[in-house]
């Protein structure tokens, strides 16, 4: 028994230790290099970049797999984790472009009711829906790496739970959304829709 113990053992650890080499070998195209970054730079299983490419740069974003695609001309150099819109804030489906890029962009309506010493009164507030306590002021959330897409929703870094959460814009992780920012620029499409995004890891 003790000998079929430590064979089961032994096992456990090398299927462990294949699940990322298998991923990178059902998919030639994401390197060994992305596959680290995804850990250790993005916090996440999903997150990669790879920039290399060539081509007009559009952004797709799936709303069912809660991912976003960034590609250069046919080809996807970079796949995101984000967060969308939760319910009654649906992050709309369409064909749109980035209008805008701010690089450190403070939300005008969502945030917290600070006091004079910048102490939270209330937190997550919409200022044209909550009353604002006597003696404090509004300050805005913070979005940075802001991509404007339409009215106030855009694609920026934000706290990403794994599951639609924001007012309708589209979180990303911070490094992604830098990557996003600096590669897209203002006229850059963008497609938001709930079809899936074609899929980046090819069958074995």
Same mark, same amino acid.
């Given at each position: 028994?003790?000998?079929?113990?430590?064979?089961?053992?032994?096992?456990?650890?090398?299927?462990?230790?294949?699940?990322?080499?298998?991923?990178?070998?059902?998919?030639?195209?994401?390197?060994?290099?992305s596959?680290?970054?995804?850990?250790?730079?993005?916090?996440?299983e999903?997150?990669?970049?790879?920039?290399?490419?060539?081509?007009?740069?559009?952004?797709?974003i799936?709303?069912?797999?809660?991912?976003?695609?960034?590609?250069?001309?046919?080809?996807?150099? =970079?796949?995101?984790?984000?967060?969308?819109?939760?319910e @009654? #804030?649906?992050?709309?489906? !369409?064909?749109? *472009?980035?209008?805008? /890029?701010?690089?450190?962009?403070?939300?005008?309506?969502?945030?917290?009711?600070?006091?004079?010493s910048?102490?939270?009164?209330?937190?997550?507030?919409?200022?044209d829906?909550d009353?604002r306590?006597?003696?404090?002021?509004?300050?805005?959330?913070?979005?940075?790496?802001?991509?404007?897409?339409?009215? =106030?929703?855009?694609?920026?870094?934000?706290?990403?739970? @794994? #599951?639609?959460?924001?007012? !309708?814009?589209? *979180?990303?992780?911070e /490094?992604?959304?830098?990557?996003?920012?600096?590669?897209?620029?203002?006229?850059?499409?963008?497609?938001?829709?709930?079809?899936?995004?074609?899929?980046?890891?090819?069958?074995?």
């Amino acid at each position: 028994m003790r000998i079929l113990s430590k064979v089961l053992v032994v096992c456990v650890i090398l299927v462990a230790g294949c699940a990322a080499d298998r991923n990178a070998a059902m998919n030639p195209s994401i390197s060994r290099g992305s596959l680290a970054q995804q850990g250790t730079e993005n916090g996440d299983e999903i997150s990669y970049w790879d920039g290399a490419g060539s081509g007009e740069p559009r952004i797709v974003i799936d709303l069912d797999q809660q991912r976003a695609y960034f590609y250069k001309g046919d080809q996807i150099v =970079g796949v995101s984790a984000v967060s969308t819109g939760r319910e @009654g #804030y649906d992050t709309p489906a !369409g064909e749109f *472009r980035i209008m805008e /890029k701010d690089r450190e962009h403070v939300s005008s309506l969502y945030g917290n009711y600070v006091d004079q010493s910048g102490q939270v009164v209330m937190e997550n507030v919409e200022a044209d829906k909550d009353p604002r306590p006597r003696g404090t002021i509004f300050r805005g959330a913070a979005m940075p790496y802001f991509l404007r897409i339409h009215g =106030g929703i855009g694609i920026h870094a934000g706290y990403l739970p @794994g #599951y639609p959460a924001s007012h !309708g814009c589209i *979180r990303l992780p911070e /490094k992604m959304a830098l990557q996003f920012f600096q590669n897209a620029a203002v006229g850059t499409p963008v497609e938001i829709r709930h079809a899936s995004a074609p899929n980046y890891v090819l069958s074995p």
